[in-house]
């Protein structure tokens, strides 16, 4: 796993961005084309399920009498709705999928939700149905956190002792992001971590590559100390990671589970949101404030750059590249560009054309070109538009509607600010720094910026 950043502008991933106007960025020589952004109206198309099967061969037909126990069994316990969309995951390959961390497939792991014990507060059903349906149509995975019902906000202001619970504006854009592709491109391994994370032992294991993380094992387990996700090294190159939830996060998927309300997460998505954001924060993330902490992120909200990167590595297990596009100065100004707009769209395409959906960073500037917020959303296809210019088909976890969206290649590509990539779509296009350097980067200089911070206050009382 790599960074990719020109400078030491880190950016921050939280809360929505709404499409808006921005000027152009005036000392940008490297960017000729770079004209006034726009808004694309965008048509909400369902764009068809078509996950990855790379890893397993297809079956869209249930061949053994387990098989067909295990679906029957399943088919008892739901509704109509779930049915058809558990017979559509049939037909498309994504039911018998194996292509799991433990080669299980859906299947197995749905089999195993319906009829093995949940976490105290969970329901067999519920969680069944959530999976099925996040399989079946990712586009349902959102990070509206939902309020805090009257029966429950003495219990959970006494975990809080007082601190504000009514999240406005969620800060899991980035795991969010994450839990989306996991559904969309590894439906048997979503199905897996849904069990576990909802298991009696909120958990799930996962055997990972090291150097997808590094080149050396060393940096590797560095950054695996770093983060401070338990894992157990293999040999020198294999280490199982346990992934879980935070210990707040049971209460959030409970209250989901008897009052959500249309457009609010399902405990399902809780459960995912929450462990992705413990990955992301060095285990340091409250889902009652939807706050953390950790070593390498000053703000309370949301995961930086190198904090995206290193969860997305782990999760998929594969090297990814986190590549910078925008210039920022220290002032968090745009000021301009690290490559042109062609080459940022041909890496996304070639990603795209691999079979990757590419999550992005996206920023909104004001008149000053100063970034005031920025947000995640994932890039899954592409179209040609009426004008012969390229058209983005995203996802965005946040905007309230179950269904893709589309922006044009004029209205997004000035507003990115980062793209995790494979490593083969970027490896000969920019220097690549290795991510555990960046970190490390990143590490001492909030450290010289908390005791640059000490020192002004002690002169201040003196």
């Avoid at 000027?23 to 006034?36: H, I, T």
């Avoid at 976490?119 to 939902?146: M, R, Y």
């Avoid at 012969?388 to 922006?407: A, H, L, P, Q």
């Avoid at 793209?419 to 980067?441: I, Y």
């Amino acid at each position: 796993m790599y960074s990719y950043n020109i400078n030491s502008y880190q950016y921050n991933n939280y809360n929505t961005v709404k499409p808006v106007k921005t000027s152009n960025v005036s000392n940008n020589e490297n960017v000729k084309d770079n004209k006034p952004s726009f808004a694309s109206n965008p048509i909400m198309t369902q764009v068809p399920f078509n996950p990855s099967f790379a890893a397993s061969r297809l079956r869209t037909e249930l061949s053994s009498k387990d098989e067909q126990n295990k679906y029957n069994e399943l088919t008892k316990l739901l509704d109509k709705d779930s049915k058809k969309q558990l017979n559509t995951l049939l037909k498309t390959g994504a039911l018998l999928n194996s292509a799991s961390n433990d080669n299980s497939t859906t299947l197995d792991n749905l089999y195993k939700i319906a009829t093995t014990p949940r976490a105290q507060g969970l329901n067999n059903v519920v969680i069944l149905k959530d999976t099925i349906a996040s399989i079946a149509d990712p586009h349902v995975i959102t990070q509206q956190f939902g309020n805090i019902p009257q029966q429950y906000k003495a219990q959970v202001a006494a975990l809080e002792n007082g601190q504000d619970v009514n999240v406005e504006h969620s800060g899991t854009c980035v795991s969010a992001s994450i839990e989306f592709n996991l559904a969309d491109k590894h439906p048997a391994e979503f199905a897996r971590f849904a069990e576990g994370l909802s298991s009696p032992s909120m958990s799930v294991k996962k055997d990972i590559k090291l150097n997808n993380l590094a080149d050396n094992t060393l940096d590797a387990i560095w950054l695996l100390n770093a983060f401070e996700i338990p894992y157990e090294a293999r040999d020198f190159n294999k280490a199982t990671l346990t992934f879980a939830p935070d210990k707040n996060a049971i209460v959030r998927a409970h209250i989901q589970t008897v009052d959500r309300d249309k457009l609010e997460r399902s405990p399902l998505d809780v459960l995912m949101q929450s462990t992705f954001m413990q990955v992301g924060s060095q285990q340091s993330y409250d889902s009652l404030t939807d706050k953390r902490a950790g070593k390498f992120n000053q703000n309370e909200k949301g995961l930086i750059e190198f904090e995206k990167t290193f969860t997305e590595s782990v999760v998929e297990d594969k090297n990814k590249i986190s590549v910078t596009y925008q210039t920022v100065d220290e002032n968090a100004r745009l000021v301009g560009y690290e490559t042109d707009f062609n080459t940022m769209k041909k890496q996304i395409t070639d990603a795209l054309n691999l079979g990757e959906n590419v999550i992005i960073g996206y920023t909104q500037v004001d008149n000053n070109n100063t970034i005031i917020n920025g947000h995640e959303i994932t890039i899954t296809g592409t179209k040609t538009g009426k004008d012969g210019k390229m058209i983005f088909i995203c996802n965005d976890t946040d905007d309230n509607m179950s269904k893709s969206v589309e922006y044009s290649e004029d209205y997004l590509l000035p507003k990115i600010h980062h793209a995790a990539l494979p490593q083969s779509v970027v490896a000969n296009d920019v220097n690549l720094v290795e991510n555990w350097v960046e970190g490390l980067k990143t590490y001492k200089e909030l450290k010289k910026q908390a005791q640059q911070q000490g020192v002004s206050r002690l002169q201040i009382a003196a």
